[in-house]
């Protein structure tokens, strides 16, 4: 998936590039400028990558392909089960081939989330036989999640089907209420540290080093980090797994190499964040 990003940055760069050459002296209002630039970007991207054939190497690893899928509005309409079944609860509708919307997922931020059971349940992004994966889209504001269910049918990746339930019917649904009152407030926040929190990053004296310590509840503002209080992307890959005493909280950055990874604990039935890595 890294080399994806890495080729997809270089066309942001060029595409990017080629505006700055453009005739400035008709002036625009600013959120329109940014609007007409994100469009103009998306399509030079669109169009490239159209052009390109599509590696088979994208249907072995799911980050791949959905990467691909992402970022490719041609690849997107080829990989879809047109009629789509859209569900919400006790409705139901279609989704035609004409009708549909080019879903960008996480391409229009500067990351995505992931969660996990453990630090070995992250291995599963490398397992090709992965053959079900669900990308969920989590919001925090309408208490809704959206699943768009993928199934690699005869060796090749497809968008089988949309359904919305509510975060309470999630496989993560403590922690993910947990999650939000973690973000949004500081209070509980603290409440939620471990007396003693395992922290590993780069070290500040030596580039190539990294630091290996321990954050104390008194010390957690200095290292605290800015995290999403409105929304979350998650990947299911395979079946999803009953909700255990531990999550692994990822954010990554898209072609930028930024990586955070938090570890929660659940004891007595209260989530409490145990370790730190950037």
């Known amino acids: 998936m890294k080399r ?10 060029l595409s990017c590039g080629g505006k700055k ?33 599509v590696p088979k190497a994208i249907d072995e690893l799911f980050d791949d392909f959905i990467f691909n899928f992402a970022s490719n509005k041609k690849l997107q309409r080829e990989r879809i089960m047109f009629p789509l079944t859209k569900t919400n609860g006790d409705k139901q509708e279609t989704i035609n081939k004409s009708q549909w919307k080019t879903e960008r997922y996480f391409m229009r931020q500067q990351y995505y989330t992931l969660l996990f059971d453990s630090e070995k349940h992250m291995q599963v992004v490398k397992d090709t036989s992965v053959c079900h994966a669900i990308v969920e889209m989590i919001y925090f504001n309408t208490g809704a999640v959206i699943q768009h269910k993928f199934d690699r049918l005869r060796g090749v990746w497809m968008l089988t089907g949309i359904e919305t339930i509510p975060i309470s019917r999630s496989s993560n649904s403590s922690f993910l209420e947990f999650y939000h009152r973690f973000v949004t407030d500081s209070d509980f926040q603290t409440s939620s540290l471990s007396e003693t929190i395992d922290f590993e990053g780069p070290d500040p004296d030596d580039d190539f080093a990294r630091m290996e310590g321990v954050i104390s509840p008194e010390t957690w ?7 999403p209080q409105k929304m979350l992307f998650n990947i299911i890959y395979g ?9 692994v909280f990822v954010l990554r950055g898209i072609a930028n190499g930024m990586e955070l990874e938090m570890t929660f604990r659940r004891h007595n039935g209260k989530w409490k964040l145990t370790k730190l890595t950037t």
């Open 4 to 13: 994806c990003m890495l080729a997809i940055c270089c066309l942001l760069m």
């Open 21 to 53: 050459q453009q005739d400035k002296a008709e002036e625009v209002p600013a959120d329109t400028a940014v609007a007409a630039t994100d469009t103009i970007v998306t399509d030079s991207i669109d169009d490239t990558l159209s052009n390109l054939p």
């Open 221 to 227: 503002e200095a290292f605290a980090p800015d995290l």
């Open 239 to 247: 079946k999803p797994r009953p909700e255990g005493n531990q999550k």
